[in-house]
């Protein structure tokens, strides 16, 4: 398999600040990652295609200048909830695949809460 | 939509077998089968995956009916550790999000 890895694995923050979460790619380069996200008793939504070098897809309804996505390198990609509400206490993943098309492989999330 | 079918829930016996099945009966003919788990506040965990054939590796079996339109993800030795939700998506192999339906959550009694 591969191994993606999410840092940190939970956080707490305040209402209004910014919270950036990691997602790196540990023995594989990725040229896309996707980030979902998933509140409790529910199933995985996709929120974002992350594009190295280039400007993230969103999926209808996320916010983009909300949750920023910057995709500087081939093994990370960081999600930045930006003025984050209590609304937005979630569960967040990432993937990313070897190759196109591919498996895809999953961090272990990271849990935001916000109060 | 998630475009697949599965049961809400199943329960399957340690050391049994566990059976899960999928529909996905408007399924292309460039989209593969995935299968993947996730146990409680944990990321998915990828498991097998398909086309046409029946696969097996070192976790699970795949069996696609020959008409491509419903799958069984076989568990030949259930664990405790097997309970988790698995989910059953169809993907056409490009470089798109997959799309989580409800999934069955399996839940192995001791």
């Known amino acids: 398999g591969a191994v993606v890895s999410q840092h940190p694995s939970w956080v707490i923050c305040k209402s209004g600040t910014s919270v950036k979460i990691e997602c790196r790619s540990l023995?594989?380069?990725?040229?896309?990652m996707f980030w979902y996200r998933q509140f409790p008793k529910q199933s995985l939504m996709l929120m974002a295609t992350?594009?190295?070098?280039?400007?993230?897809?969103?999926e209808q309804g996320v916010e983009k200048d909300k949750f920023l996505i910057n995709h500087a390198s081939l093994t990370l990609s960081t999600l930045t909830v930006t003025s984050a509400h209590p609304e937005d206490s979630s569960f967040y993943i990432c993937?990313?695949?070897?190759?196109?098309?591919?498996?895809?492989?999953f961090g272990q999330g990271t849990r935001l809460t916000v109060v | 939509d998630a475009k697949t079918t599965q049961p809400t829930s199943m329960d399957c016996a340690e050391g049994r077998a566990a059976n899960l099945p999928c529909n996905h009966s408007t399924i292309s003919g460039n989209e593969y089968v995935y299968w993947y788990r996730q146990i409680h506040s944990q990321g998915p965990q990828y498991i097998i995956h398909g086309l046409k054939n029946n696969e097996t590796n070192e976790m699970a079996s795949l069996i696609i009916t020959e008409d491509r339109k419903s799958s069984t993800l076989i568990l030949p030795h259930a664990t405790l550790r097997d309970t988790a939700v698995y989910y059953c998506?169809?993907?056409?192999?490009?470089?798109?999000?997959?799309?989580f339906g409800k999934g069955t959550h399996l839940i192995i009694q001791p």
């Open positions: 023995d594989f380069q990725a040229t896309t």
């Open positions: 993937s990313a695949s070897k190759q196109a098309g591919t498996e895809a492989f």
């Open positions: 998506i169809r993907s056409g192999g490009g470089a798109d999000g997959l799309t």
């Open positions: 992350s594009n190295e070098g280039s400007k993230a897809t969103y």
